[in-house]
């Protein structure tokens, strides 16, 4: 996802009318947000195949 940013930046600033600043704050927030779930759910997997 990270690899697609400026495309998602540019498609924010477009279809919603944010600056560039403020769609980077958007997309950089959402991608932290899906990274810290994922990670979240891994332990949540380890934590729960433990015997």
């Excluded at 697609?4 to 930046?9: D, E």
């Excluded at 403020?22 to 927030?29: A, G, I, L, T, Y």
């Amino acid at each position: 996802m990270t690899e697609q940013r400026n495309t998602a930046v540019k498609l924010l600033m477009w279809e919603l009318g944010k600056s560039l600043k403020d769609s980077e704050k958007e997309f950089d927030k959402t991608n932290d947000y899906i990274n810290n779930t994922i990670e979240a759910l891994k332990d949540l997997d380890r934590k729960a195949s433990r015997l």
